[in-house]
């Protein structure tokens, strides 16, 4: 417990935090509509992408995080350029993933210096975030929050039923492009927490496990956001005291047992219900 306490004092740990609760806000708001939209390939394809752009990043500017962020533009454009119905989205996707990456292991073997700023992309490192980084994160999670609470209401009617939102006249093209943009940049930060790699756990799982709860658009964003800040936070918490497991790990678990205790719960309200 000594230990536990002093870790809370030090300032990476305080940064880890900050930087994990702001995350798991943010993908937790983002989640219900991955999965009413059906874009969890896209998630997952954007996230391991962020690795291409933190290489171009490195070897441009020596800035991974940067980087990172300006190629989750670019897969969006590209997504929503070529991935142009629902039908052939996730082709499109399993497309540019396989170039891209091919492309981020080229552009990592032009640079000379260390790469962990790279390779932290495809793992996490939330206890290497620096205090520059963490005011980023926290620039981009505040704008990225607004841009949801702007459009969240015609992006939930278009998100639920397209066609009757295209014949009220909600562009429900360009919001679609809106999400794609949002989503990009949304798990590049989720990276930074749980890595590529695991990102899923964040930004679709806590939607999941909500959606077994209620039926209510507003409250399974509630649960979302709830589900991801007990994952994201209990895992860094926990990682401190069992310090030789990385903070990814206890968070995937974390979110994996809310899913696995709702659709219990579910099914026993099922069961009873039945009788």
Request: glycine share 8%.
């Amino acid at each position: 417990m000594d230990n536990f306490l002093l870790y809370l004092s030090q300032s990476f740990v305080q940064n880890a935090l900050l930087a994990t609760l702001l995350v798991a806000i943010i993908c937790g708001l983002i989640s219900p509509f991955v999965v009413m939209r059906k874009m969890s390939f896209a998630v997952h394809g954007t996230s391991e992408l962020a690795f291409t752009g933190a290489a171009a990043g490195l070897l441009i500017a020596n800035q991974a995080l940067i980087g990172a962020f300006g190629g989750a533009v670019v897969v969006a454009a590209l997504i929503s350029l070529l991935g142009t119905n629902e039908r052939n989205r996730d082709s499109t996707i399993g497309v540019i993933l396989a170039f891209g990456l091919g492309l981020g292991v080229l552009l990592l073997s032009f640079y000379k210096g260390f790469a962990t700023q790279a390779t932290n992309i495809l793992f996490g490192n939330i206890y290497g975030i620096s205090g520059i980084q963490l005011a980023i994160l926290l620039l981009v999670g505040v704008i990225v929050f607004a841009a949801i609470l702007a459009i969240y209401r015609p992006l939930l009617f278009s998100s639920l039923d397209p066609e009757v939102a295209t014949a009220k006249g909600i562009p429900v093209k360009t919001l679609g492009l809106a999400f794609l943009f949002i989503l990009a940049i949304t798990v590049t930060e989720a990276a930074q927490i749980v890595g590529t790699l695991l990102v899923l756990s964040l930004a679709i799982t806590p939607a999941v496990a909500a959606q077994y709860i209620s039926s209510k658009p507003i409250s399974v964003t509630v649960l979302s956001v709830a589900f991801a800040v007990i994952a994201g936070i209990g895992g860094v918490l926990l990682s401190l005291i069992f310090d030789n497991i990385k903070p990814s790990v206890f968070i995937t678990f974390i979110s994996f047992g809310i899913y696995i205790l709702v659709r219990l719960i579910a099914s026993v309200k099922s069961a009873s219900s039945a009788k």
